[in-house]
């Protein structure tokens, strides 16, 4: 990016030249090169990232795998979807996820226990047939949407999900 702004001011200063004074031209063309680079650094200043991590608690066996998605507001209305996922092999009943370098924001998990490995959450008749849990804030309601599972995360975000058999 700083290459890219030296080459459009040095461009600028040799092949668009006026008949102005040359100094004058130059310490224009400095002040307007100071301000692109002050600029670009407020906005790479302004997105820190944080870290979202948790554990699953489950009652299942080790089996299959556990797909967790970090969503946002618009891909919580898109279901097996999320602004990131994790695919975990799990290897006892408290499973560990790490999201990274995430800008600072309100989001939510939903995970699902894969028991059969076809990368989809399988549904019957009543529901789904296989283990799910949400971030839920408090009681669960049905029908729910973003606002009963989301949270904000400004700094490191430790979340636990009960995942229902």
């Not at 991590?53 to 009652?59: D, M, V």
């Not at 989809?120 to 839920?136: A, C, H, V």
């Not at 729910?144 to 700094?155: E, G, H, K, N, T």
Request: hydrophobic share 40%; charged share 25%; proline share 4%.
């Amino acid at each position: 990016m700083w290459i890219a702004l030296f080459i459009i001011g040095l461009y600028s200063w040799l092949f668009k030249r006026r008949k102005k004074k040359i100094k004058q031209e130059v310490l224009k063309r400095a002040n307007l090169l100071l301000i692109f680079i002050s600029i670009a650094g407020m906005c790479i200043a302004q997105s820190p990232k944080v870290t979202i991590s948790g554990e699953i608690i489950t009652s299942m066996q080790p089996k299959g795998k556990i797909i967790v998605f970090l969503v946002d507001e618009a891909t919580f209305k898109r279901p097996q979807t999320g602004i990131d996922t994790v695919i975990i092999k799990p290897l006892g009943r408290i499973v560990h996820f790490t999201f990274k370098f995430c800008k600072k924001g309100t989001y939510g998990i939903r995970c699902f226990y894969d028991l059969n490995n076809n990368g989809i959450l399988d549904k019957g008749m009543f529901g789904p047939t296989e283990p799910y849990g949400f971030s839920w804030k408090s009681g669960k309601k049905f029908p729910f949407d973003f606002s009963d599972i989301s949270f904000f995360a400004d700094s490191k975000k430790i979340i636990t999900i009960k995942m229902e058999d």
